[in-house]
């Protein structure tokens, strides 16, 4: 069964940095796409960032333009994990995030929900002025 657990969530400070952690089950990062996605308070969910390996030491990511330059997509495949970076958050960062496990190569079509199969159950982020 597969399983994504997200981590790394807390109340931070504007400006503040944080790692947050989507560790699965199954079969390793690379033979699929991991998406970061949140949802802010009264909201609809929202695609954040996405990866997917292509060969050993590359891969293809997407980004929103909201976080484009300030959030950085990773992933440990040793370790089944795909990080976010977050940096130089505001508090309209402040939202449950999500991470999900996806099939979809081409990078404009990462940020499309219905591409994703099983998802985690959140971690949240509080950024507080």
């Known amino acids: 069964q597969v399983q994504l657990v997200e981590s790394g969530g807390g109340l931070v400070q504007v400006g503040a940095s944080l790692r947050l952690s989507c560790t699965f089950s199954g079969r390793t990062a690379s033979q699929y796409t991991i998406g970061w996605f949140r949802q802010a308070p009264g909201k609809e969910r929202k695609s954040v960032a996405a990866l997917r390996s292509i060969s050993r030491n590359s891969v293809a990511t997407y980004y929103e333009d909201s976080v484009k330059g300030r959030f950085t997509i990773s992933r440990d495949e040793g370790t089944s994990t795909v990080y976010l970076q977050m940096s130089g958050l505001t508090p309209d960062d402040t939202a449950v995030y999500y991470c999900?496990?996806?099939?979809?190569?081409?990078?404009?079509?990462?940020?499309?929900?219905?591409?994703?199969?099983?998802w985690g159950q959140g971690t949240q982020v509080t950024v507080s002025s």
């Open positions: 999900a496990r996806g099939t979809v190569i081409i990078p404009s079509s990462m940020r499309d929900q219905a591409n994703y199969d099983f």
